[in-house]
């Protein structure tokens, strides 16, 4: 089955930098889109970014433009997230997923039909 | 962008009942709507994508309707292992938003 190990997370200070990838397995990882969504400590889920099967477009949530910077290695299956700039609301656990395309609707639906274990980021004095 | 509003937010059920759960977009998304299910400390799994469509190896007792702004899911039989939360997300727009989730707890 489709395999996604996400891994990088950390405790980290305010203004920091961190990376993090997530390693994609039993799939061909150079034909899909991938997506990185977050999860705040007891609060509900929340699109980050997502990256074209190129890595030629890519998209990112308001609160994250300018700070992070999706980015994929197909010759590794592996995806990226650089953050700079880190801010207390970045706390959250990051999780990859796999961007699925229902064919049936023009343009087609997507969702995240794959998703890793996620990776916890901390960002505290 | 465009709000994603679940109700209830919380819900106590017993095993067997039949569970609807229902959500609004604050503009009309067609049917480009999915649900997704999460267990605490786990990651979330897809259950239903463009409103209806149920994705592989779900079982059949989750179904998904609607189209426009309002939205439901309906777990026909609730078993022990759907005791979860669950989110709505619409990926009509970007930013692809998600509802705040509806927590289904054991009554």
């Known amino acids: 089955e489709v395999q996604l190990v996400e891994s990088g997370g950390g405790l980290v200070q305010p203004g920091g930098s961190l990376r993090l990838s997530c390693a994609a397995s039993?799939?061909?990882?150079?034909?899909?889109?991938m997506t990185w969504v977050r999860q705040a400590p007891g609060r509900g889920l929340e699109w980050v970014a997502n990256?074209?099967?190129?890595?030629?477009?890519?998209y990112y949530v308001d609160s994250v433009k300018g700070r992070f910077t999706i980015s994929r290695d197909n010759a590794k299956n592996s995806l990226y997230l650089q953050m700079s700039s880190l801010r207390a609301e970045d706390t959250a656990v990051y999780y990859c997923a796999r961007v699925s395309l229902d064919l049936k609707l023009v343009p087609p639906c997507v969702a995240f039909d794959y998703w890793g274990q996620g990776t916890l980021v901390t960002v505290s004095s | 962008d465009i709000q994603m509003t679940q109700s209830p937010s919380s819900l106590s059920a017993s095993v067997g009942d039949r569970v609807t759960i229902t959500c609004r977009a604050s503009q009309s998304i067609s049917s480009y709507l999915n649900w997704y299910q999460q267990t605490p400390g786990k990651a979330p799994k897809l259950l239903i994508y463009a409103a209806s469509g149920l994705q592989s190896g779900v079982p059949s007792r989750f179904s998904g309707s609607g189209s426009g702004t309002d939205f439901t899911l309906t777990i026909s039989s609730l078993q022990p292992e759907d005791f979860a939360t669950y989110y709505c997300?619409?990926?009509?727009?970007?930013?692809?938003?998600f509802g705040q989730g509806t927590k289904v707890e054991i009554k």
């Open positions: 039993r799939f061909t990882f150079s034909g899909y889109w």
């Open positions: 997300q619409q990926t009509y727009s970007t930013p692809w938003t």
């Open positions: 990256i074209k099967q190129d890595g030629s477009e890519k």
